[in-house]
Each structure stands twice: as structure tokens, then as C-alpha cells.
């Protein structure tokens, strides 16, 4: 059995939209790893209670929107993943986290790595497996470290760029307090374009300058 996971509503819309058959059963991860903090048990309790302070929603919201369209991922009955990324911080964080779940659950299916651009088409398709992907998620996203794990050129451009912008003082903010005196709009557009590689959206961008703006 194949299940395929996309990182987002964004692609989830665009394949239903478009009518794009990948076969097997679809669900996406609606997650925004990269912003706050997380736990090591991760989907557990803890873990969801932890991500909805960071995103200031209560438990039965971030259930709806993050933990029950995973639910088939939960049933290890499939044999067969299909993961669904994006080459940026933003997605590759968030794949970190997937694979650090699978390996802590000792999943042993086959899973295909398929890394697709901005206009979701694919880029290329790798085979790859969890195992040791928890330990780099502790190093990453809990202790916010280099992990010792070697990983893929892509995914540790990804890191490097995920633990500075987890600083107070980042490349984001820098730029803001350089440039405080643009009009929002266009600020929040240059920010867009110029930091692409991170991934963010509107919200996480604003919310970058607003945070600037108070302490500015």
C-alpha cells in the first residue's frame, strides 16, 4: 500500500485542482516546524500542547489542522511512502521531523524522496530511510546544534540556515531593522523574494517585522 505525503494544503489543492493522480492515498503535513519549539516525543501530547502554544491555537484546532489528516501515517499499515518536500528551510525542517517520527517508530517500508520546485513540479526523486534521523532532529530542533549525522547538501543548507534564523539577531531581522523605513507592502515582498530559500509565508514574514517594528 502507498501513502504520500505533501507538505501542505498548498499541494494537497494543487493536485486535486489539477486532477494529479499519484496513487495511493494522500494526506498532508500542516506543520510549521521551523517556528518555536517542539518536544522528543514528537505527535505526543506533549508535542501538540508544546506547537500550540508556538502557534497560539488551542488543542482541538491543531488537532483538525496537523494531527488527525495524519492519521493514516500513524497506522503503519502502509509499506510504501511517497514524501512530497521542497529544496527550502521551511519544508526540509518539517521532513526532519517526519523522518525523525519514522525512525523513532522503527519504520522499515520503502520511502521515496521526491523534492519538488515552487510550481510543485519535481526536481528529483531519491530513495532514502529514517534511520538516524531522530538523533539529528534532537541536535536540530531541540538543542539547536550542527548534528554530527553527515546529511545531503540540501537538507543541511536547510539546517544551517534553520539555526540562525532560530536567534533573536538573524539574516531576517538584520535586513528589517537595515531597511525599517520601507513601506510594509514593499518590505514584506522584498523579504519574500530575497529570502526564498527559507520558505516562509506572508504570516511568518510579518510577524518577523513586527517583532523588529516593537523593538525597534
Avoid at 34 to 56: A, N, Q
Avoid at 97 to 110: P, V
Avoid at 136 to 158: G, R
Amino acid at each position: 500500500m502507498r501513502l504520500n505525503v505533501v507538505n501542505g494544503m498548498a499541494m494537497l489543492s494543487y493536485l486535486i485542482e489539477n486532477k494529479i493522480d499519484l496513487g495511493g492515498d494522500i494526506i498532508p503535513f500542516n506543520e510549521g516546524m521551523c517556528d518555536g519549539e517542539t518536544t522528543e516525543d514528537i505527535f505526543s501530547g506533549e508535542f501538540e500542547l508544546e506547537r500550540c502554544t508556538t502557534h497560539g491555537v488551542g488543542v482541538e484546532e491543531y488537532e483538525d489542522i496537523v494531527i488527525n489528516p495524519l492519521a493514516p501515517l500513524f497506522t503503519f499499515e502502509y509499506d510504501e511512502l511517497h514524501l512530497f518536500f521542497d529544496e527550502d528551510m521551511f519544508c526540509q525542517i518539517n521532513l526532519i521531523t517526519l523522518l525523525a517520527y519514522l525512525d523513532s517508530n522503527n519504520y522499515d517500508g520503502n520511502i521515496a524522496l521526491h523534492l519538488i520546485d515552487y510550481d510543485f513540479s519535481e526536481i528529483k526523486c531519491v530513495q532514502i530511510k529514517p534511520n538516524g534521523f531522530y538523533e539529528v532532529y534532537k541536535s536540530v530542533l531541540i538543542n539547536k546544534q550542527i548534528p554530527e549525522t553527515i546529511l545531503p547538501d540540501i537538507m543541511m543548507d536547510a539546517v544551517i540556515n534553520y539555526l540562525d534564523y532560530s536567534k533573536e539577531d538573524n539574516e531576517l531581522t538584520q535586513f528589517v531593522e537595515q531597511n525599517i523605513d520601507m513601506q510594509e507592502n514593499n518590505l514584506l515582498d522584498e523579504l519574500y523574494n530575497r529570502f526564498k530559500h527559507l520558505g516562509l509565508g506572508d504570516i511568518q514574514l510579518q510577524k518577523v517585522i513586527d517583532k523588529v517594528k516593537y523593538n525597534f
